[in-house]
């Protein structure tokens, strides 16, 4: 420790980084992003990956009671992605997204979304299906019809690969909510129509009641 802070010393004295916090703990940045990024990129491949997998682990621990905070879950992702670590990366990202979307920040969330979507393994139908209901909600909030079309037709085919009713009821359902703002209503009533006997079949209730919220919509819309 001690030769770690000579170093630092060092480096403050040539002016290349400078002290941010000595409380709690010692806390120095790069005064110039252009010598983080030389020193950064000098660095071997492999060396990088381990220095954020190190990082990562360090701040996962020391600050385990703190890890729902924003920023920190933003940072463990991106350490953790970085490292090559897609496990903890992908739990960091899902919790990061889910983050943003709470707070309305759609266009992080939608970022975050795919970037965890690029991480997933493509037959772990259930988190990419889980994922895509995120991503699609952002989407729907961001007014991007296109593409949360797109994202809708995966969410039912990953649902029917699933072969689970409940997944394949929200799915319906969420189609119809698509259908109802770009005012096509009859493929609104369709979808809710088929949402309402998907969720009947699975018995869950609460997906039932909104199908049938989303029928009477549909009929004073188009009545």
């Known amino acids: 420790m001690s030769n770690l802070v000579e170093y630092l010393d060092n480096l403050e004295r040539l002016d290349l980084v400078t002290l941010v916090n000595s409380d709690p703990d010692l806390e120095y940045a790069f005064k110039h992003v252009f010598t983080q990024e030389s020193v950064y990129s000098s660095l071997l491949r492999s060396d990088r990956r381990q220095i954020h997998q190190q990082v990562g682990e360090v701040l996962e621990s020391s600050l385990s009671n703190a890890v729902e905070e924003g920023d920190m879950v933003l940072l463990l992702a991106y350490h953790f992605e970085q490292s090559g670590d897609k496990a903890r990366a992908i739990t960091y990202l899902q919790r990061a997204a889910g983050n943003a979307s709470a707070d309305y920040a759609n266009q992080e969330a939608k970022t975050l979304y795919n970037r965890m979507l690029a991480l997933l393994a493509a037959d772990d139908y259930k988190l990419r299906w889980e994922t895509l209901v995120g991503l699609e909600l952002v989407l729907d909030r961001l ?20 072969g689970d009713d409940t997944s394949l009821a929200i799915t319906h359902n969420r189609r119809a909510i698509y259908f109802d703002k770009i005012s096509e209503y009859q493929a609104a009533a369709e979808a809710a129509s088929v949402g309402l006997r998907v969720a009947g079949r699975s018995g869950n209730a609460n997906m039932q009641a909104q199908s049938l919220n989303l029928l009477a919509l549909v009929a004073w819309r188009r009545f």
Request: hydrophobic share 40%; charged share 25%.
């Open 143 to 162: 007014g991007d019809r296109e593409q949360q079309a797109d994202i809708l037709t995966q969410m039912q085919t990953l649902a029917e690969l699933l």
